[in-house]
């Protein structure tokens, strides 16, 4: 039974409702904000339930970039010539919504995807269009955390209501929207030429058979589950903007060593030369100023493994984790079969047997620089 007061409900699933219990009543400033988002040309009932799920700024953000629905899916792929069924499946693979009705955005997509198939297989590009989604994902999450933190929490922080965060948040996208495709394109184009370079993607076009010779090896931050629960979030920022920014300084000079992947507190190096990725290894399980009260840890394998939608699978790829998780501080364990490719200027001392869970019996090689001894130069 209402109380006379007016609820603000918006368009809340009736699980949700039920778990809230009755709505807050409307202010006077919501009834600001609805009547702003209203006259921006946001539908009433959008721009209530916007307020009422505290969603003004992503939905006056996605007012600004948004553009009128024109098409349906059948003239989606009448206009675009792509079956339907195809565009359906590449945008699910892409990681995109399916709307009922399309853009000129997604009609110029659509005319892309085409040229595309005259290049490419079906099959192909729905794999490609996974590994692109899932990348683009990413630097889209990470452009809006970069946007929180530098625009809207000071904003927030000065004061500011969520129409002129909207407002700042929608300009911000605008702009971010017109200078990040193009950044993305250069960018693509000059990571595209540099991997064509490496002696990896030389390996790929030698070879007849799915599986390749490579070295894979990970390093990661000692410690992270524990640091997580002692240190505060913005803290916790600083330590993996720190290791990313020492992998970065490592790895840039020389292209033959890949970032293949971060997984949060870790990265995933691969290369074609074991002795070149154990040579980056080394360096980044070596103690520097920078993460004095970070340790990192690494373990590295090589053998036959997928390359497969810009990652790595196989069994070297298990064992260079295991052996990770077996490193000690500012340490790299390598695979048995690599002692004899290390470098020179390293030292090196075989371990005991051990057993490494779902692999079986090793003895890792501890890899490290070797001291100079003093009073040499």
Known sequence: ???????????????????????????????????????????????????????VPLVLAQRVL??????????????SGVA??????????????????????DLRWANHLNALLEVLPEEAVVRSARARGTALATVARSDLGVVRDEVLLPMRQAGADDLAIATGLAETARRLDELGREVLTITYGLHLEQQLGTELAAMLTRTEEAEVQIAVGFVDVVGWTSLSSRVDPGGLD???????????????????VTVVK??????????????LLIGAMVELTTPVPELEDVPLRGGMAAGGGLVREGDIYGPPVNRAARLT?????????????????VPEGMSTKRLRPVRLRGIGVRRPVSVRPRRTPPGDK
Request: proline share 7%.
């Open 1 to 55: 039974m209402s109380d006379g007061s007016e609820d603000l409900t918006g368009e809340l699933p009736p699980f949700l409702q039920d778990v809230l219990g009755r709505s807050r009543p409307l202010t006077d400033q919501d009834r600001v904000t609805e009547q702003a988002l209203v006259e921006l040309g946001v539908p009433a009932a959008e721009a209530r339930s916007a307020v009422a799920e505290g969603r």
């Open 66 to 79: 948004g553009e009128e629905p024109r098409y349906d899916l059948d003239e989606l792929g009448a206009r």
């Open 84 to 105: 339907p069924e195809i565009l359906r499946r590449v945008r699910v693979a892409s990681g995109l919504e399916l709307p009922e009705r399309f853009t000129d955005s």
């Open 238 to 256: 600083d330590v993996l903007d720190a290791f990313e920014e020492r992998v970065v300084a490592v790895t840039s000079p020389d292209k033959q």
């Open 262 to 275: 971060y997984l949060g507190d870790a990265v995933m190096l691969v290369a074609a030369d074991p002795a």
């Open 325 to 341: 998780d077996l490193a000690r501080p500012w340490s790299l364990l390598v695979d048995d079969d690599l002692a004899d490719i």
